[in-house]
């Protein structure tokens, strides 16, 4: 696995090209005031060099700093997730204390699960940490400016004897306008890189205060988390309103509602989010698969990756997404209920035909994401989408 430290070396020419760019920009000004003392064909020469350089340098910067700004984005995500996936694992190390103490696990399996769990939380910590050295030499790399201030001292010093040189040493003034202080722009970037990314770091580190998104729905004052995927700001749980009619508990047992949400048949599924939410369409659910790299292979960054709610083998889920799937099972046409902590299906508002409608689905064997029509009959769990 690549970690953000490593993928943040991309951009630690960053500083090197502004200053570059800068004293392009200062020898603009420099040969603007000599242009009276060399040849027109000299100028424009120089002048056509220059003002290519300037764009290339500025199509470079301008990349990297887009390039910055997505890799921020993604770093402040997956902390985000791995902070969410940590307090999820405390808990149910709590829970696996608490069914061992009850007598409900053996120890040989307290002990699996409990050491799988602590793994995994020691593991995201590292990694949190790392993100956060890696944000904040991506900030660095951002804005930093303070060699720009050195560098016009330097040239201005240059340019003042500039005349002087020509007129007392015969050189000629293209050379002297094309050579770059590139030993002292180094010797600054090396000094100022060490000390400032050092205090960048543990300022993020130490100073930072991350908030936790949620919702409040106000039929019934229950608090849901949310994430941000892309453009799009999901419920990272399925939701647990409970209606009149078209909606279960699996297996009739209210327990299960609290942790994996109702189940809905369609028409009561089009109408259940609160106000400022909607049951996501068939294209909704397509932006968000295709947003974590299509159907095949977002089932694994979208599942929660906890081997309490899941099946064991749960495919490679890493739920890198934050959406958290949980397999909530379903309720056939036949008002039987199955599959629960092997599948978890979700309704979108759209129709496949009179009878059927389309729905995502997740399995504990697969790594993808299913796209399938069902009888309206059927009930399925529903993730409400945050109206634009």
Known sequence: MVTSLERTKGFSELPVL???????????????????????????????????????????IDDLQSGI?????????????????????EKELRELQFL?????????????????????????????????SGYMEL???ANYVGIDSYLMHSYNTQVSSLKTKLSDSGNSLKGLLLKSPSL?????????????????ILIKIFGSDRKKSQFTDPRDGKVYK????????????????????????????ENNAKKFGYLYVWETAKTVCPGGWHLPSDGEWAKLT????????????????????????????????????????SRNENSTF???????????????STTDAWERGMMYDYSGVARNGYPKQFGFSVRCLRDH
């Open 18 to 60: 502004r200053a570059q760019r800068d004293e392009l920009k200062l020898k603009l000004e420099s040969l603007e005031k000599i242009k009276s003392t060399i040849s027109g064909e000299d100028y424009l020469n120089l002048s056509s060099t220059y003002l290519k350089q300037l764009e290339e340098l500025n199509s470079k």
């Open 69 to 89: 700004s997505e890799l921020k984005n993604e770093i402040e995500l997956d902390s985000k997730v791995l902070e969410s996936e940590n307090s999820i694992m």
């Open 100 to 132: 061992s103490q009850q007598g409900a696990l053996s120890k040989q399996d307290y002990d699996f699960k409990r050491n799988t769990c602590q793994q995994k939380i020691n593991k995201n910590k590292s990694l949190i940490v790392k993100n956060q």
């Open 139 to 141: 900030d660095f790399y």
């Open 184 to 200: 002292l722009k180094s010797k600054v970037l090396i000094s100022f890189t060490s000390i400032l990314i050092i205090l960048f």
């Open 226 to 253: 949310t994430i941000h995927i892309g453009k799009q700001v999901w419920m990272s749980e399925n939701l647990a309103y409970k209606v009149s009619s078209g909606c279960w508990a699996y297996d009739n047992n």
């Open 290 to 329: 295709d947003f974590l790299g299509g159907g095949k292979i977002a089932g694994s960054k979208l599942k929660e990756s906890s081997i309490l709610n899941w099946h064991s083998s749960n495919n490679k889920a890493t739920n890198v997404s934050g959406f958290k799937a949980l397999p909530g099972g």
């Open 338 to 352: 199955e599959n629960l902590g092997k599948y978890g299906n979700w309704w979108s508002s759209t129709e496949n």
